[in-house]
T-cell receptor, first 114, second 113 residues
Framework: NAGVTQTPKFRVLKTGQSMTLLCAQDMNHEYMYWYRQDPGMGLRLIHYSVGEGTTAKGEVPDGYNVSRLKKQNFLLGLESAAPSQTSVYFC?????????????FGPGTRLTVT | LAKTTQPISMDSYEGQEVNITCSHNNIATNDYITWYQQFPSQGPRFIIQGYKTKVTNEVASLFIPADRKSSTLSLPRVSLSDTAVYYCLVGAPIYSSASKIIFGSGTRLSIRP
């Protein structure tokens, strides 16, 4: 099993450009998450999904959109990138039936907006 | 979700036992306490979870007093490789609220030779 994978690993955007980050998991997990982590800070939840076709806002959703068309994929979109969105983005997944809070994280995407 | 408070940073030396305490005064009856570890440039990794008393695995121990308003993550005989950020989370894993998992700022642990 590959676990949770993220594409791309690195990206540099200019202000106003758009892009989509892809997260894929092969563990058949119902829940998926997008977090951002700024230097020296903790993780902040952007959006999450409890199942195919459903998404919900987290702590910092502004400037981002998400889609969960397939159970195994969770996409994070930036329609008009801003320097404030420079960050490392982590995707995670969790089984709905798990009796622990164990989330499985991807390796992260380092995004720089100039 | 119960709010948690933990120290911003801690320092220790190789071979020492490190205890990181987390306060969660408004923990609910169904809530569990969960700890994650994050190494630089990596996503967080689940370490341990407990409900009451003591839980131990190959990585750490988790001590939870009877009132459950705090908990202590104990790392025995730390090494340089234990340098990481440690996050304390409180919530009920198998209820609907488990879908929204919030990480705080964590405790930055630095281990010195």
């Amino acid at each position: 099993n590959a676990g949770v994978t993220q594409t791309p690993k690195f990206r540099v955007l200019k202000t106003g450009q758009s892009m989509t980050l892809l997260c894929a998991q092969d563990m058949n997990h119902e829940y998926m998450y997008w977090y951002r982590q700024d230097p020296g800070m903790g993780l902040r939840l952007i959006h999450y999904s409890v199942g195919e076709g459903t998404t919900a806002k987290g702590e910092v959703p502004d400037g981002y959109n998400v889609s969960r068309l397939k159970k195994q994929n969770f996409l994070l979109g930036l329609e008009s990138a801003a320097p404030s969105q420079t960050s490392v983005y982590f995707c995670a997944s969790k089984s709905r039936l798990a009796e622990t809070y164990e989330q499985y994280f991807g390796p992260g995407t380092r995004l720089t907006v100039t | 979700l119960a709010k948690t408070t933990q120290p911003i940073s801690m320092d220790s030396y190789e071979g020492q036992e490190v205890n990181i305490t987390c306060s969660h005064n408004n923990i609910a009856t169904n809530d569990y306490i969960t700890w994650y570890q994050q190494f630089p440039s990596q996503g967080p990794r689940f370490i341990i979870q407990g409900y009451k008393t003591k839980v131990t695995n190959e990585v750490a121990s988790l001590f939870i007093p009877a009132d459950r308003k705090s908990s202590t993550l104990s790392l025995p005989r730390v090494s340089l490789s234990d340098t990481a950020v440690y996050y304390c989370l409180v919530g009920a894993p198998i209820y609907s609220s488990a879908s929204k998992i919030i990480f705080g700022s964590g405790t930055r642990l630095s281990i010195r030779p």
